[in-house]
């Protein structure tokens, strides 16, 4: 069992930076490839990001790649999105989520973080 939560959301201008968290609070957090989600209003939650459990492996959605990079430090229990060029179609609640990242993609899992608004202003 494993509880997750995010944090570093908050409302930047275009073209700024934030660095996003995930928290993990069980004591098997590196037995868990994890990603990164958002959602929009009015829009399907899609994914952005994921990485394999020892981190040797990342998936990007194209929308972002090129300004987003995941990372984790499994000894602090953490799960980073750094978020550059920001875009105000970058605003959203991002989620994490513990999962599966085989054959080159990610299986969501059951374990979900509750969010954290990321606005960019134009």
């Known amino acids: 069992q494993m509880q997750i939560r995010e944090s570093g959301g908050g409302l930047v201008q275009a073209g700024g930076s934030l660095r996003l968290s995930c928290a993990g609070s069980g004591a098997d957090f590196s037995d868990h490839d994890m990603g990164w989600f958002r959602q929009a209003p009015g829009k399907e939650r899609e994914i952005v990001a994921a990485?394999?459990?020892?981190?040797?492996?990342?998936y990007y959605a194209d929308s972002v790649k090129g300004r987003f990079t995941i990372s984790r430090d499994n000894a602090q229990n953490t799960l980073f999105l750094q978020m550059n060029m920001l875009k105000p179609d970058d605003t959203a609640v991002y989620l994490c989520?513990?999962?599966?990242?085989?054959?080159?993609?990610?299986?969501?899992?059951?374990?979900w973080g509750q969010g954290t608004q990321v606005t960019v202003a134009s």
């Open positions: 990485i394999r459990w020892n981190g040797n492996a990342a």
């Open positions: 989520n513990a999962g599966g990242y085989l054959g080159g993609h990610y299986r969501q899992g059951n374990i």
